[in-house]
């Protein structure tokens, strides 16, 4: 069963910086996409920072240039840096992977919350 467990979230003032991990476990294929989604209160869940299975990363506008996502494939982590946060990055987050592509299989973590004041 596939298991993900995020961890480093918390509060921090306007400006700051976190770190978020995640280890994913429970399978074997070598081909997923790893990725990091957040969801404010009233609002979506949206993806913000991603590694496909080639290696290729991809961000949300809202926080290129400040965040940055790092892999490390043969673990099957996911870290997330982020800097100069807004209060506007205030959400619980969430790290999730993917087999077949994120329209056909989709597994979650329980998610780790940032409040940015």
């Known amino acids: 069963q596939v298991q993900l467990v995020e961890s480093g979230g918390g509060s921090v003032q306007a400006g700051g910086s976190l770190r978020l991990s995640c280890a994913a476990s429970g399978f074997e294929s070598a081909r997923y996409c790893l990725a990091w989604f957040r969801q404010a209160p009233g609002k979506e869940r949206e993806g913000i920072a991603g590694v496909d299975s080639d290696g290729s990363i991809s961000y949300a506008d809202s926080v290129k240039g400040r965040f940055t996502v790092s892999r490390d494939h043969a673990k099957a982590t996911l870290g997330l840096e982020m800097n100069t946060l807004k209060p506007e990055d205030t959400a619980m987050y969430y790290c999730?992977?993917?087999?077949?592509?994120?329209?056909?299989?989709?597994?979650w973590g329980q998610g780790t919350q940032v409040t940015v004041s």
């Open positions: 999730a992977v993917s087999f077949m592509g994120w329209a056909l299989d989709v597994s």
